[in-house]
T-cell receptor, first 114, second 114 residues
Framework: QQQVKQSPQSLIVQKGGISIINCAYENTAFDYFPWYQQFPGKGPALLIAIRPDVSEKKEGRFTISFNKSAKQFSLHIMDSQPGDSATYFCAARKDSNSGYALNFGKGTSLLVTP | ETGVTQSPTHLIKTRGQQVTLRCSSQSGHNTVSWYQQALGQGPQFIFQYYREEENGRGNFPPRFSGLQFPNYSSELNVNALELDDSALYLC?????????????FGPGTRLTVL
């Protein structure tokens, strides 16, 4: 059972454009929502993360928007660059005594064209 | 500061064999999590180790087992390999004392089961 649903599966954006990737979750116990970037042959790299007590977090060109009532969150990449071409994963986690397992979406393959 | 390292990089085994994968956590991190990433999918949580004990487990059979050593490094063992075990195995380390318990991934071990 996929606990985090991610869309779109793939995305093509022109250089300088805005890339938007969306995720939805059902488990209201989730309280930490990170985004990871993965290049081919590499492990996922933590990009940015948010807690549900804020609606938006911005770091450089990357912004997470969070809608707690809708149980949705999204990643916005402003001024997208060819170097941003990678697979992006959203994830969600609930803090518990039984570990901090990340539940990942299926990923979005982003291609930024020159 | 040294990041998460994993060995070996690639591995080819045949069905029924056993395999051991290794992970060295990032300096200052005391928690290690293991994930399985099938081709084109998001990582799936296998288990987590903290203070040399299993601290949470995902939906994986008992033939997936692990160890954590006093220096916080870890091993993932898989017995009776099946074709479906072919995947990228990722190790992530984190510091239990950090407020967000961010997980940082290694480059992974690509396991092929023939």
């Amino acid at each position: 059972q996929q606990q985090v649903k991610q869309s779109p599966q793939s995305l093509i954006v022109q250089k300088g454009g805005i890339s938007i990737i969306n995720c939805a979750y059902e488990n209201t116990a989730f309280d930490y929502f990170p985004w990871y970037q993965q290049f081919p042959g590499k492990g996922p790299a933590l990009l940015i993360a948010i807690r549900p007590d804020v609606s938006e977090k911005k770091e450089g060109r990357f912004t997470i928007s969070f809608n707690k009532s809708a149980k949705q969150f999204s990643l916005h990449i402003m001024d997208s660059q060819p170097g941003d071409s990678a697979t992006y994963f959203c994830a969600a986690r609930k803090d518990s005594n039984s570990g901090y397992a990340l539940n990942f979406g299926k990923g979005t393959s982003l291609l930024v064209t020159p | 500061e040294t990041g998460v390292t994993q060995s070996p990089t690639h591995l080819i085994k045949t069905r029924g064999q056993q395999v051991t994968l290794r992970c060295s956590s990032q300096s200052g991190h005391n928690t290690v999590s293991w994930y399985q990433q099938a081709l084109g999918q998001g990582p799936q949580f296998i288990f987590q180790y903290y203070r040399e004990e299993e601290n949470g487990r995902g939906n994986f059979p008992p033939r997936f087992s692990g160890l954590q050593f006093p220096n916080y490094s870890s091993e993932l063992n898989v017995n009776a390999l099946e074709l479906d075990d072919s995947a990228l195995y990722l190790c992530a380390s984190s510091a239990a004392s950090s407020s967000y318990n961010e997980q940082f991934f290694g480059p992974g071990t690509r396991l092929t089961v023939l």
